[in-house]
C-alpha cells in the first residue's frame, strides 16, 4: 500500500505486475479491493494501479463535496505521480463514469478505455435501484445497506451456490464501508451524474462491457452509451449480474484482454 497526498486527504493505492500501464477503478463502494480476482490474471502482463476512492476504503479523506470530476482528477493526479503520461483505464460502474469524464476532459491520458457496467445518466430502473437504497442506508444504516448489496451485485443463481462467499464479500465491505453520511453523498453523486448531453465528446472509442441481467446498471445503459460515443464498440455478456467480472471472470478476461492487447 503507497499513498498520495491530495488537498482534501490522502489517497491509497497498490501498483503491482509488470508491463503497459492499466487503472482499474472501482465502482460506488470504492474499494481497491474490487479487483483481487482478477490480479493474478492482469498482472501477468500490465502494471496494475489500483485505488482506493477519496473518502472509501483506506483512504483519509476531508472532501465534502463529492463528484464524479473529483474522483477523475484523483486518477489523472494519480498519473502524475506515477509520471505516467497515458495508461488503459478499465472503469466499473461509478468506474465507469470515471471513464466517461476522462474521455472528454483528458483524452491523451488514456490508451484504451472501457466503460464496464456503466449508465451515461438519469434511467428509471437505476434511479429506483438507487432511491430504494440510500432510503435503506439513510432509515437503517450501514450494515443492513451491505447486507442487501449481493442482490444488486450477482445473479440469484450464484448468490446461492456462493453463499458464503457472498457472506464473506458483505462482512470486507462492512469492514471498509466509509461513514454513512460519505456513502449517502456518493449515492447523491451518481444519481445526478448526467453525461447525455456530453456523451459525443467522450474520447477513446471505448469498449463498453456489460452482462445481459445485470439488474442496477441494465443493458440499455449500455447500449445507449455505445449509440453516443463515436468509435465505442459494445460486448454484452450472456450471464454474471452487475459484477460479472466476479461472477464469471474468465468469460469477463476473454473480453476485456484482446482490448488491452490492442493497446
Request: with cysteine; proline share 8%.
Amino acid at each position: 500500500m503507497a499513498t498520495l497526498e491530495r488537498p482534501d486527504g490522502t489517497l491509497v493505492y497498490d501498483v503491482a505486475g509488470e508491463g503497459p500501464p492499466l487503472f482499474l477503478v472501482s465502482g460506488l463502494g470504492g474499494s481497491r479491493r474490487y479487483w483481487d480476482n482478477l490480479l493474478p490474471a492482469l498482472t501477468a502482463e500490465f502494471t496494475v494501479v489500483t485505488h482506493d476512492h477519496m473518502g472509501t476504503g483506506e483512504t483519509i479523506s476531508r472532501r465534502t463535496a463529492h463528484t464524479v470530476e473529483a474522483l477523475a482528477e484523483d486518477v489523472v493526479a494519480l498519473m502524475d505521480h506515477l509520471k505516467i503520461d497515458a495508461a488503459h483505464v478499465l472503469g466499473h460502474s461509478t468506474g465507469a463514469a470515471v471513464g466517461q469524464v476522462l474521455g472528454e476532459t483528458a483524452p491523451e491520458r488514456l490508451r484504451r478505455l472501457i466503460l464496464f457496467a456503466g449508465w451515461p445518466g438519469p434511467d428509471p430502473v437505476f434511479d429506483m435501484c438507487f432511491e430504494m437504497r440510500r432510503h435503506m442506508l439513510a432509515d437503517s444504516g450501514m450494515e443492513p445497506y451491505q447486507r442487501s448489496t449481493p442482490i444488486f451485485l450477482y445473479p440469484p443463481r450464484w448468490i446461492a451456490e456462493n453463499i458464503e462467499m457472498c457472506r464473506a464479500v458483505v462482512d470486507g465491505l462492512i469492514a471498509l464501508s466509509p461513514p454513512v453520511e460519505t456513502m449517502l453523498a456518493r449515492i447523491d453523486m451518481i444519481v445526478r451524474f448526467d453525461r447525455r448531453d456530453r456523451l459525443a465528446l467522450t474520447g477513446g472509442e471505448p469498449l463498453i462491457v456489460c452482462a445481459r441481467d445485470d439488474i442496477l446498471t441494465p443493458p440499455h445503459c449500455s447500449e445507449a452509451m455505445a449509440a453516443g460515443i463515436p468509435g465505442a464498440r459494445l460486448a454484452l455478456l450472456e450471464w454474471g449480474g452487475h459484477a460479472v467480472s466476479q461472477t464469471d471472470p474468465a468469460a469477463f478476461l476473454d473480453v476485456i484482454l484482446p482490448e488491452l492487447r490492442r493497446g
